[in-house]
């Protein structure tokens, strides 16, 4: 039985990015159905308030955020390696560029394109998680977002014209990036339209959907918050661990992402890497958790 459990539900974007991962890795995993708007009482107890999904799990360890989440898959299952040591740091970078800011030029023309079929409950969510979410076009903000998303694509297409994947004949982290965003936002007709006209960028993304998404098998709330309950968190540092002076081990830190859904966690340094740190916090129904947070992207604040 595997350990992996992820929470997540199944139009998510960014749960696609990472159910294309499991696949490339050939890997079966639990998956637990999570709300699309908050609250989400059966994730934020293993978080500490973090509200994004998805969240991986692996008993009582919790790692926010699929940057992190694609890194510590490749740590722990590096057969086949998804993105080798002579593309990360260009895969990462794209990457970055594509969860952050392809994904906020699509998001909005795409949920105004969904909105009929979109509960006003999404959007009321979605206005209070993002600060510059407004779907009535105020200010000519979809307009703007299309139109960076239509140049965003035409690069793209231009890329992948020359190369099979962005950054050259095998797919790497950048391309499982590119794709969740260019996935969801094919299902508005500007974009999926644009596609269309876009050969490169269209075989691109049909060869990445028929790929594997690994073997979920379905866990209820209760049974993954009961994992997290029976097991022990493991404190070591690893090898690669850091001595951070901004982020010395056992301050109470808040962590909190830098863009949207702000909600916060708080907890004990247990260790850091480069650009991961975990904290400890112990919750009174679930017990000891050590949660996972990459640095880069979240605002992190050592308490007084
Ligand atoms: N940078 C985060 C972004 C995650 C994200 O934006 N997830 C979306 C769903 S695809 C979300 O949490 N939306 C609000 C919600 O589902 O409650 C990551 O890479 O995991």
């Not at 709300?35 to 360890?61: C, D, E, F, S, W």
Request: aromatic share 6%; glycine share 6%; charged share 20%.
């Amino acid at each position: 039985m595997s350990d992996l459990i992820l929470h997540q539900y199944e139009t998510s974007p960014f749960s696609e990015k990472m159910r294309k991962m499991l696949g490339f890795k050939g890997l079966a995993y639990h998956s637990v159905e999570q709300p699309n708007i908050a609250p989400k009482p059966a994730l934020t107890p293993l978080t500490g308030g973090y509200r994004r999904i998805p969240v991986l799990q692996i008993g009582a360890h919790i790692y926010c955020d699929t940057a992190l989440m694609v890194r510590e898959l490749e740590r722990r299952f590096p057969d086949p390696c998804l993105t080798p040591p002579a593309l990360m740091g260009a895969a990462e970078v794209i990457a970055d560029w594509a969860d952050h800011r392809l994904f906020s030029m699509a998001a909005l023309p795409t949920v105004v394109a969904l909105a009929e079929i979109l509960p006003p409950e999404f959007f009321e969510d979605r206005a209070k998680m993002s600060p510059g979410f407004a779907t009535d076009g105020a200010g000519g903000r979809v307009a703007h977002s299309e139109n960076q998303m239509l140049l965003a694509m035409a690069t793209l297409d231009a890329q992948l014209d020359q190369t099979p994947f962005l950054l050259g004949e095998n797919l790497t982290h950048a391309d499982l990036s590119v794709y969740h965003v260019i996935n969801f936002a094919r299902t508005a007709p500007v974009f999926g339209g644009a596609l269309g006209t876009r050969p490169a960028l269209s075989a691109w993304l049909e060869k990445i959907r028929a790929m594997d998404s690994g073997t979920a098998t379905p866990m209820t709330q209760e049974a993954a918050l009961d994992i997290a309950r029976s097991a022990q968190p493991d404190k070591t540092s690893p090898q690669d661990a850091i001595d951070d002076p901004h982020l010395p081990v056992g301050a109470s830190l808040t962590i909190q992402a830098d863009d949207y859904g702000q909600e916060v966690t708080q907890g004990e340094i247990v260790w850091t890497r480069e650009n991961e740190v975990v904290v400890h916090r112990h919750d009174a129904d679930i017990g000891d958790i050590l949660v996972h947070y990459p640095k880069q992207g979240y605002r992190l604040a050592v308490d007084a």
